[in-house]
């Protein structure tokens, strides 16, 4: 037995994200996971699971369908939620749209279009706490965003008005109606999450991985054709070998032309990749300079 | 040259390394113009973290305000008001690895008035770095925030004399500065305390050696953060874990089961080891521990973890196991040093929540006996009201009793918050200068 007693980056932020997400459960009354079957809420998931053994995991997760999913993720998601035992809601875009509260964009794109249900659901559930898989490698606003980060009545994040979080005492009081995301895996990175899936032998969608797929190039990203807008006519259908590096609305998240079939593949590539894991695959963060930022503001995630 | 670039190169190599791939977590604080958003952006450059499209994004950008090439600090400014006053407002977290260690940077914005950014960052922090500007050298905003980098117990304070070019990599500018602060810090009481002259413009010593000057012969910044040693050896200090969770399954197979969950905040446990829950005084033994990935036979800080006990004690969220020969008193009294951190002002007579460990208690203020002038390094006897950013000490009567540790000798278990009762918020950081030992 050695007698170094130190912890790998890895085990650090492990110890830390069980940490985080045994206070939600000790601190709180209503928690909910945000579960999406993608790799990030994946992780956040087996922690969960890992936190509260042998016992089960004390609280259900909540799925924010926009109705244009991969059939192979959501099919994940259910493997998912039957395999740890976890109790799965839906909130879903398409219901909202067929009853006439939520109008289509005219591109189509329905990622700005999950903070309505979303916060529909925190409401008539009642939820006082939220976990979301962000992390702050994502985006330059979400690198200021708190492990516990607060919002009021209308689900607003106001960067000025959040709590100085000192050591790791997060606060998490608040008031009837407001509530508070906890992000869980805050300091890990992309690398991070691909380094921990190989370790604990966690199963992903398999569009995570290289496959061959019919796609059309738009702004730079191969997107999946589809009825929610594509291809358009100028845009011509091909079949290549792909990967998805996040999963969202199958409208505006694109593929990369990869080769990566296996986890030690995928760090491999991941490790070497010049660009951003959003960059390279979110049509929706590339609308303005402060696009994720103004997401946050108004509920998303 | 460098290890980053062979990371490049070998992503295998990068993502195992040698050895343990360590976490550092450090902060850096500077005044406004020092170039701390260029020395983060050049760090993130120069170590490849920088991604070609967010490079890109910063080109764009910084053409767009009539930048000749790209403008490094537009990488760390994230939220729009930021990049419209070309300020930083918030703390931000900054990410970047090597062969050997993964970083969490606290980048914390340098004006005088966001002192509670800088103890906000220094924190979580094990090391700061403070900027000088080799013009300027050492100014109030750098003992200001080298004291509230010291106060909050960071063991690592590296110096950064910024902007060498612009002094002709003078050695003597520089070692004139580095004796300046080297008695800073010894008032301090800081003993590892490192000065490292750059330019973070150019890119001298921040990740590549720079031919400017050779007369220095200490190690880069890069090297100098990789060398710096992580963490305190758990076997020194005393077993202390806050209870977060009762975890109890209530199944057929674990009806038994009663676990303990959180994470050791300082020390070591075994199975087997008698410890006492606190406050409530009852001793008891560790029967079991339960890891994240099965039985242990001992766990140390900071792994999460769930102990069962042998006796049928009452423990719930909120009480602190302790090692039974080290533990702390309990005591209704609470005297330490606060960082104010929102705007509600705190003085004699205030009703607030304070928040230590996982226990949460209502407290009165008795009194605010001083307030430390960073610039100075002095404190004067005061008894009038905090505002914020300012650092005083506090006498606070609780309406149940703590078990606190001394801030300087075990600092997550000597942390504490003050809270509103009302809205929530956080009004102060605080560390707890008294204590008693087991003995007295």
Redesign the interface.
């Known amino acids: 037995m050695t007698?170094v007693?130190?912890?790998?980056?890895?085990?650090?932020?492990?110890?830390?994200g069980?940490?985080i997400i045994?206070?939600v459960?000790?601190e709180f009354e209503r928690p909910v996971l945000l579960f999406s079957g993608g790799k990030d809420s994946v992780v956040m998931l087996h922690l969960a699971a890992?936190?509260?053994?042998?016992?089960?995991i004390p609280f259900p997760v909540l799925h924010v369908d926009t109705g244009h999913n991969f059939p192979e993720v959501i099919a994940h998601r259910d493997r998912a939620v039957q395999e740890y035992g976890v109790r799965l809601l839906v909130a879903s875009v398409q219901e909202l749209i067929d009853s006439g509260r939520l109008r289509e964009r005219p591109d189509g794109t329905r990622n700005p279009l999950q903070t309505v249900p979303l916060l529909e659901a925190i409401d008539g559930y009642r939820f006082d706490s939220v976990f979301g898989g962000g992390r702050?490698?994502e985006e330059?606003?979400r690198?200021?965003e708190r492990v516990f980060s607060l919002r009021d009545e209308f689900g607003q994040w106001d960067?000025?008005r959040?709590?100085?979080?000192?050591?790791?005492?997060y606060?998490g009081?608040?008031?009837a109606g407001e509530h508070v995301r906890v992000f869980p895996l805050?300091?890990w990175?992309e690398?991070?999450i691909w380094?921990y899936v190989a370790r604990e032998g966690i199963a992903l969608p398999e569009i995570y991985y290289a496959h061959e797929r019919d796609v059309f190039l738009r702004d730079s990203m191969w997107l999946t054709a589809g009825e929610w807008g594509g291809p358009k006519q100028h845009e011509t259908v091909e079949r290549r070998t792909v990967r998805y590096r996040t999963v969202g609305d199958m409208s505006c998240t694109g593929a990369v032309d990869s080769t990566a079939t296996t986890v030690a593949d995928v760090?491999?590539e991941v490790?070497?990749?010049?660009?951003?894991e959003r960059?390279?695959t979110r049509a929706d963060d590339r609308l303005t300079?402060?696009a994720m930022?103004d997401r946050k503001r108004e509920g998303y995630f | 040259m460098t290890a980053i670039h062979e990371a490049?190169a070998d992503?295998?190599l990068?993502?195992q390394g040698s050895g343990?791939?360590?976490?550092l977590r450090f902060a850096t604080a500077g005044s406004v113009d020092d170039g701390k958003s260029t020395l983060v952006g050049r760090l993130l450059h120069d170590t490849k973290s920088v991604?070609?499209?967010?490079l890109a994004?910063v080109e764009r950008?910084s053409l767009a305000r009539g930048h000749d090439g790209a403008d490094l600090a537009l990488l760390?400014?994230?939220?729009?008001a930021e990049?419209e006053q070309g300020i930083t407002?918030?703390?931000?977290?900054?990410?970047f690895?090597t062969p050997t260690?993964?970083y969490?940077l606290a980048d914390t914005p340098g004006h005088v008035e966001y002192t509670?950014?800088m103890?906000?960052g220094a924190?979580?922090a094990e090391l700061a770095l403070v900027l000088v500007d080799a013009r300027h050298g050492v100014v109030e905003q750098t003992r200001r925030h080298a004291a509230a980098a010291a106060l909050l117990g960071v063991r690592h304070l590296a110096l950064a004399v910024n902007k060498m070019d612009l002094v002709g990599f003078d050695q003597q500018v520089f070692t004139a500065i580095r004796v300046d602060f080297d008695s800073v810090a010894r008032l301090l009481g800081v003993d590892d305390v490192v000065a490292l002259p750059l330019s973070a413009l150019r890119g001298d010593n921040v990740v590549d050696r720079s031919e400017h000057t050779p007369w220095y012969d200490g190690p880069t910044l890069l090297e100098h953060l990789e060398a710096v040693p992580?963490?305190e050896?758990?076997?020194l200090e005393p077993f202390r874990f806050p209870v977060?969770?009762v975890?109890?399954?209530?199944?057929d197979?674990?009806h038994d089961?009663r676990g303990y969950?959180?994470?050791v905040a300082h020390g070591?446990v075994r199975v087997g080891d008698p410890v006492v829950v606190l406050p409530s005084g009852r001793s008891t033994v560790v029967a079991a521990i339960?890891g994240?990935?099965g039985p242990l036979d001992e766990a140390?800080a900071?792994?999460?973890v769930s102990i069962r006990l042998r006796d049928d004690v009452d423990v719930s969220?909120g009480d602190l196991l302790a090692a039974a020969e080290e533990a702390a008193t309990p005591s209704p009294d609470l005297v330490g040093d606060v960082c104010v951190?929102s705007d509600r002002l705190l003085a004699a007579g205030d009703r607030v929540?304070v928040?230590h460990?996982?226990r949460t208690v209502r407290a009165k203020v008795v009194a605010v006996t001083s307030r430390l002038d960073l610039v100075s390094l002095e404190s004067s006897a005061y008894s009038d009201a905090l505002v914020v950013n300012d650092i005083g000490r506090l006498t606070l009567r609780l309406a149940e009793p703590l078990a606190v540790d001394a801030y300087s000798l075990l600092?997550?278990t000597g942390?504490?918050?003050l809270?509103d009762e009302q809205?929530?918020?956080?009004l102060a950081?605080g560390m707890a200068v008294v204590t008693r030992c087991s003995e007295d």
Do not use: C, M
């Not at chain 1, 709590?163 to 790791?168: A, K, T």
């Not at chain 2, 991604?51 to 967010?54: C, E, K, P, Q």
């Not at chain 2, 975890?247 to 199944?251: A, S």
């Not at chain 2, 809205?423 to 956080?426: H, M, N």
């Open positions: 007698a007693r130190r912890l790998s980056q890895l085990d650090a932020l492990e110890a830390e069980v940490h045994r206070e459960a000790g890992k936190a509260f053994a042998p016992a089960a702050r490698d330059k606003a690198a200021k960067p000025r959040q709590r100085p979080e000192l050591w790791d005492l606060n009081r608040h008031r805050s300091n990175t690398v991070d380094e760090i491999a490790a070497i990749s010049t660009i951003t960059g390279a300079e402060a930022e | 490049t992503p295998l990068a993502l343990p791939h360590e976490l991604l070609a499209d967010t994004a950008a760390t400014d994230g939220l729009r990049r407002i918030d703390v931000a977290y900054r990410y690895s260690r993964s969490v509670r950014n103890v906000t924190s979580t992580v963490g050896d758990p076997a977060q969770y975890i109890r399954p209530q199944t197979e674990h089961h969950a959180g994470r070591v339960d994240l990935d140390f900071p792994q999460s969220r951190v929540l928040r460990g996982t600092r997550r942390a504490f918050l809270v809205d929530g918020s956080t950081a």
